[in-house]
């Protein structure tokens, strides 16, 4: 009985028509006629790694699974400056270089800095760009090897060496140089945080892995490999083929299911496009 008084049967009343409208899936942040590389960094769009890849016909899509932040004791580079009494400073990533020229210009006194020894070219050419004078010996491709280019080449038992470094970066560089009687001073000069997993910068990359549709994912970083599980789950379940940045990137990689690794042959853009180039496209 309506408000009207009047009755309706439920014959009497008229049936909707419902039209059925077929759920439609979100469109896919990928063309499936593109080709993918997943970078675990960010990608400046001056990136030397976008020229790198370009012959490989590969689109990067940048997924930062890990960002710096500054160390809980900013001064402290300064301080250790300051004080002196260094026979060199080992250098083993383009961030602590970018600590050191930071660090340099902050101090109340221009410092005379020791033998500054870069791990890399690309560490190297920062060292150089923020004025800093560097050698880099070539067969030092990671913090460890630098470290033992260093006392091959020079006499430093009892002497005392500055190593800017991350905070939970690796310890083998300081363990190689005190195991040669060299007096270590570590200083920590960034933290690397992970991501939070709705960053939205990490959703295509994500998107992309999670459907199988980018062709690489290459790794910058041993805590890297620890963010992506999280983010995509086990890495042995995808069909992604991954490289790595250099091998203890890749050994992480393996520990944690991936059989095929191509691993830079050197830590720069060429040296991983190199790798790559051996593996894609598939069939090589």
Same mark, same amino acid.
């Given at each position: 009985? !309506?408000?009207?008084?009047?009755?309706?049967?439920?014959?009497?009343?008229? =049936?909707?028509?419902?039209?059925?409208?077929?759920?439609?899936?979100?469109?896919?942040? !990928? /063309?499936?006629?593109?080709?993918?590389?997943?970078?675990?960094? /960010?990608? %400046?769009?001056?990136?030397?790694?976008?020229?790198?890849?370009?012959? #490989?016909?590969?689109?990067?899509?940048?997924?930062?699974?890990?960002?710096?932040?500054?160390?809980?004791?900013?001064?402290?580079?300064?301080?250790?400056?300051?004080?002196?009494?260094?026979?060199?400073?080992?250098?083993?990533?383009?961030?602590?270089?970018?600590?050191?020229?930071?660090?340099?210009?902050?101090?109340?006194?221009?410092? =005379?800095?020791?033998?500054?020894? %870069?791990?890399?070219? %690309?560490? +190297?050419?920062?060292?150089?760009?923020?004025? *800093?004078?560097?050698?880099?010996?070539?067969?030092?491709?990671?913090?460890?090897?630098?470290?033992?280019?260093? *006392?091959?080449?020079?006499?430093?038992?009892?002497?005392?060496?500055?190593?800017?470094?991350?905070? /939970?970066?690796?310890?083998?560089?300081?363990? *190689?140089?005190?195991?040669?009687?060299?007096?270590? /001073?570590?200083? *920590?000069?960034?933290? =690397?945080?992970?991501?939070?997993?709705?960053?939205?910068? #990490?959703?295509?990359?994500?998107? +992309?892995?999670?459907?199988?549709?980018?062709?690489?994912?290459?790794?910058?970083?041993?805590?890297?490999?620890?963010?992506?599980?999280?983010?995509?789950?086990? #890495?042995?379940?995808?069909?992604?083929?991954?490289?790595?940045?250099?091998?203890?990137?890749?050994?992480?990689?393996?520990?944690?299911?991936?059989?095929?690794?191509?691993?830079?042959?050197?830590? =720069?853009?060429?040296?991983?496009?190199?790798?790559?180039?051996?593996? !894609?496209?598939?069939?090589?």
């Amino acid at each position: 009985m !309506y408000g009207n008084g009047v009755g309706v049967g439920l014959c009497d009343m008229a =049936t909707p028509v419902v039209e059925h409208v077929p759920c439609q899936k979100p469109a896919p942040r !990928y /063309d499936a006629r593109m080709a993918y590389a997943v970078f675990t960094r /960010d990608v %400046a769009a001056d990136s030397a790694y976008l020229s790198a890849l370009a012959p #490989l016909g590969l689109e990067i899509v940048a997924m930062p699974l890990t960002r710096t932040e500054p160390p809980r004791d900013p001064g402290a580079l300064t301080r250790a400056l300051e004080a002196g009494g260094h026979a060199a400073i080992l250098i083993a990533s383009a961030r602590g270089a970018a600590a050191l020229i930071e660090a340099v210009s902050g101090a109340r006194i221009r410092p =005379t800095l020791p033998e500054v020894w %870069a791990v890399g070219p %690309a560490t +190297l050419r920062a060292l150089v760009t923020g004025g *800093i004078a560097a050698l880099h010996p070539a067969a030092a491709h990671d913090g460890p090897a630098l470290a033992h280019e260093l *006392i091959r080449e020079r006499e430093l038992a009892g002497l005392r060496v500055l190593v800017p470094r991350a905070e /939970d970066g690796r310890e083998e560089p300081m363990a *190689i140089l005190r195991a040669a009687g060299v007096t270590v /001073d570590d200083v *920590i000069v960034y933290r =690397t945080v992970t991501a939070p997993q709705d960053d939205p910068a #990490l959703v295509r990359g994500r998107d +992309l892995l999670l459907a199988d549709a980018a062709d690489l994912c290459v790794v910058f970083a041993p805590s890297q490999v620890t963010a992506l599980t999280a983010l995509v789950g086990p #890495l042995a379940q995808r069909t992604t083929r991954f490289a790595a940045i250099g091998d203890t990137t890749a050994a992480v990689l393996h520990e944690a299911g991936v059989t095929n690794v191509a691993v830079a042959t050197t830590p =720069t853009p060429e040296g991983l496009a190199n790798a790559i180039a051996a593996v !894609y496209p598939p069939g090589r």
